[in-house]
């Protein structure tokens, strides 16, 4: 059972930077794309970001985040990173990891202006 774990989620003023990170573990080989979502109250989710397995300089980004956010994924290709530059407040959600079928429990940010 893959299992994702995230984590790096705080309470930011506004231009502030993040970097959330994502952990993988129940499996080996990371051939699979990871991706960032996030959920606002009373909203949708929204795609944010994804990097691919095997080419891991392949990304793709949300429109709303293009420009800010970087995605990347390290060697083992176990864990991916969302650093997150210049947030504003319409950036406040729960930021969730996710790969294949599997999602993480989620992680807060809040940005104040």
């Known amino acids: 059972q893959v299992q994702l774990v995230e984590s790096g989620g705080g309470s930011v003023q506004a231009g502030s930077s993040l970097t959330l990170t994502c952990t993988a573990s129940?499996?080996?080989?990371?051939?699979?794309?990871m991706a960032w979502y996030r959920q606002a109250p009373g909203k949708e989710r929204e795609f944010v970001a994804a990097?691919?397995?095997?080419?891991?300089?392949?990304?793709e980004y949300g429109d709303s985040v293009k420009g800010r956010f970087t995605i990347s994924r390290d060697n083992t290709g176990m864990t991916a990173y969302l650093q997150m530059n210049s947030l504003k407040p319409d950036d406040t959600a729960i930021y969730y990891c996710?790969?294949?079928?599997?999602w993480g429990q989620g992680t807060q940010v809040t940005v104040s202006s």
């Open positions: 996710s790969e294949n079928t599997y």
């Open positions: 129940g499996r080996t080989a990371g051939s699979y794309t």
């Open positions: 990097v691919q397995g095997r080419r891991r300089n392949v990304t």
